[in-house]
């Protein structure tokens, strides 16, 4: 999948399948995982871009490049979900929004929009509650495969945020 922008985040992100919701979402792998990301977040995809790595800010952020005029943070995905420590060299940036706040997520494929079957995509088990629920929503399957819906609204803690405006604002 080349360069594009995502079109249809309309309010029919979501349709009902035998009476069950079934949400539209961008599938993106990274390492050996496939993460779902809620359509209404996705904004475009781009192929990676020069990044400018900032000091005081997690791992798992590359830095900021300029997509559209603008600086925008980029996370490396693998990092953030925890796959192998490793940043890696990322084919795909898909950029998402955020409220006001826009975010370029680092991933090795994008497969395209799927409505996810919610009988197959549901909470956190127990046992995984506090491991990685703060971007995981949730776990299921997917043409076979493991699957994790990303919370796109967690992906960067607001102290990142800060960081990255005090970044943007250093001479």
């Not at 940043?87 to 997520?105: T, Y």
């Amino acid at each position: 999948m080349g360069e594009s922008e995502i079109t249809d985040r309309s309010a029919d992100d979501a349709a009902v399948v035998d009476g069950v919701v079934a949400p539209l979402a961008l599938i993106v792998v990274v390492g050996i995982r496939r993460c779902a990301i809620p359509v209404r977040f996705a904004a475009e995809i781009l192929r990676p871009l020069p990044v400018q790595p900032l000091g005081g800010v997690p791992g798992y952020v590359r830095g900021l490049s300029v997509i559209r005029g603008s600086p925008v943070p980029v996370v490396d995905l693998n990092l953030l979900i925890g796959d192998d420590g490793n940043e890696h060299a990322a084919e795909r940036l898909a950029v998402i929004d955020v409220g006001e706040r826009r975010v370029a997520l680092a991933v090795d494929a994008v497969l395209g929009l799927q409505r996810l079957d919610a009988h197959l995509v549901g909470r956190l088990p127990p046992l995984l509650h506090g491991v990685g629920s703060d971007v995981v929503e949730a776990i299921g399957v997917a043409d076979a495969r493991l699957l994790m819906v990303l919370r796109a609204a967690c992906l960067v803690p607001d102290e990142v945020w800060s960081a990255l405006t005090a970044g943007r604002e250093a001479p």
